[in-house]
């Protein structure tokens, strides 16, 4: 079945640490998408992806790095500098002929 | 830049009643799409209608509809026959069909039986 997997569902992370959050998508879908989700509020855009080896920052890019160096993945990066990582992150993928955007499940990010 | 605001963080509604869900955005893109989407508990986000600037009609899914005033940019969300598995957060989003897809803040809709 085609869609897009997100990994790991939970994700501790020390102080100081550098933590990667996968997300692959068989779709074939060119666009691809991080958010943020804080609890009980709304999605913010991180990075977003048009295209391979291109991406462009969204609204809340400090502190985050991505990569997209293949159409199927699209993994983010938390870096020590984004001081309150705690969060549910989403991925999300679009096609230029169905607009609608495809999720994965989500990963929950906690800083211990 | 766009943006996306829906003015209502809470709503609650009657099992069997009707109830609408607001939402206001900012453009100055003529042809976009617009989208509403359901985040029940599970967390994951189900598409529940969507609807094509350049149309005019209403777009319509069984028990949801929307109100697309585009002059207005206003895009609401009207849920007939509330059931309580429509309980979730509800977004409302924005492409702009050059890759930027944006949403609101979300409503928490209540269905109390």
């Known amino acids: 079945d085609g869609g897009i997997t997100q990994s790991p569902k939970y994700l501790f992370r020390k102080e100081g640490q550098n933590v990667t959050l996968s997300c692959e998508q068989n779709?074939?879908?060119?666009?691809m998408y991080w958010y943020r989700q804080d609890p009980g509020q709304g999605l913010r855009l991180i990075y977003y992806?048009?295209?391979?080896?291109?991406?462009q920052k969204g609204d809340i890019a400090e502190g985050y790095s991505v990569s997209r160096e293949k159409k199927e993945s699209f993994p983010l990066t938390v870096t020590s500098a984004q001081k309150n990582p705690t969060a549910f992150y989403l991925c999300?993928?679009?096609?230029?002929?169905?607009?609608?955007?495809?999720f994965g499940q989500g990963t929950r990010l906690t800083v211990v | 830049a766009q943006t996306v605001t829906q003015s209502q963080p809470e709503m609650s509604v009657q099992e069997a009643e009707t109830v609408t869900l607001s939402c206001t955005y900012d453009?100055?893109?003529?042809?976009?799409?617009l989208f509403w989407y359901k985040q029940p508990p599970s967390r994951q986000m189900i598409l529940v209608i969507r609807?094509?600037?350049?149309?005019?009609q209403n777009a319509t899914e069984n028990r949801f509809s929307v109100n697309f005033q585009k002059a207005a940019k206003s895009f609401s969300l009207k849920i007939s026959d509330s059931q309580l598995g429509d309980t979730a957060m509800y977004f409302c989003?924005?492409?702009?069909?050059?890759?930027?897809?944006?949403f609101g803040q979300g409503t928490t809709l209540q269905v109390k039986p």
């Open positions: 999300a993928s679009t096609s230029n002929q169905m607009p609608e955007a495809f």
């Open positions: 779709l074939n879908h060119d666009a």
């Open positions: 992806s048009q295209i391979v080896n291109d991406f």
């Open positions: 453009t100055s893109e003529n042809n976009y799409y």
């Open positions: 609807q094509e600037a350049y149309k005019q």
């Open positions: 989003a924005f492409d702009d069909r050059w890759g930027k897809l944006i």
